[in-house]
């Protein structure tokens, strides 16, 4: 198993560059993805999120209302932390699960993390870091014109991560998505000859 961690900020491309990279092969260990699942009904996060937030962040149909929530954590930092603190030992949990089941493979897997840049590639033991880069108007633009977000939303969740200095200052490979699709293309094949010639393993999690 090659173990490389995956990030970039919202609107980078990060989600097309994890399926070009699976369309090569990856594995991908996708931590928005355990969130998702463990805040589903049932899901080890669901009640102790409704404990701490209310009963109005529970949509009609029991799912978790995620917009409600989202607008409570991004108006405010201390109930950001609390909800980080509730889901991130789980989301860490289950991706060392999987990543052991990986680990006799010669698979490349993939982590991708969104988080990364705060403080997670210690954390998750990765042989190397590919972060996805572009201006910040670029990604902005791909939020509002492309997937219909609202641009002051837009605005507020890039502002709530790290910045892109602070993400390119943890890369050991930055893919550029400045471009267009064909461009993006071939900086994931620079990425993935890159990877390949990584060493297998990494250092374990602790
Ligand atoms: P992220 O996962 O980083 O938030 P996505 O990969 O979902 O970003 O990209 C955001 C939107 O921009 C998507 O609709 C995607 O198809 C589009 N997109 C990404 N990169 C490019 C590009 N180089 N040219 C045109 N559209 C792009």
Redesign the pocket.
């Known amino acids: 198993m090659i173990r490389i961690g995956l990030t970039?900020?919202?609107?980078?491309?990060?989600?097309?560059?994890?399926?070009l990279l699976a369309a090569r092969g990856a594995v991908l260990i996708d931590a928005d993805r355990i969130v998702r699942e463990i805040q589903a009904p049932g899901g080890v996060a669901y009640q102790p999120i409704i404990d701490r937030f209310g009963p109005g962040v529970v949509a009609a149909d029991g799912t978790l209302d995620r917009p409600a929530l989202a607008a409570i954590v991004f108006a405010d930092e201390a109930a950001r932390k609390e909800l980080m603190a509730i889901t991130n030992p789980h989301v860490g949990r289950i991706m060392a699960e999987r990543m052991a089941a990986e680990a006799d493979t010669d698979n490349v897997v993939v982590l991708d993390i969104p988080l990364l840049a705060e403080g997670g590639k210690a954390r998750y033991g990765v042989g190397g870091v590919v972060v996805?880069d572009?201006p910040i108007d670029t990604?902005l633009r791909?939020?509002v014109d492309?997937?219909g977000m609202d641009e002051e939303d837009a605005r507020r969740r890039m502002a709530s991560q790290a910045t892109r200095e602070e993400r390119v200052a943890v890369a050991d490979f930055v893919v550029d998505?400045?471009?267009?699709?064909a461009?993006?293309t071939s900086e994931v094949e620079r990425a993935w000859a890159w990877i390949q010639s990584l060493p297998a393993g990494g250092t374990p999690p602790d």
């Not at 970039?8 to 399926?19: A, E, L, M, P």
């Not at 998505?177 to 699709?181: E, I, K």
């Open positions: 970039g900020g919202i609107g980078s491309g990060k989600s097309t560059v994890s399926d996805v572009c990604a791909r939020l492309i997937r998505n400045s471009g267009d699709l461009h993006l």
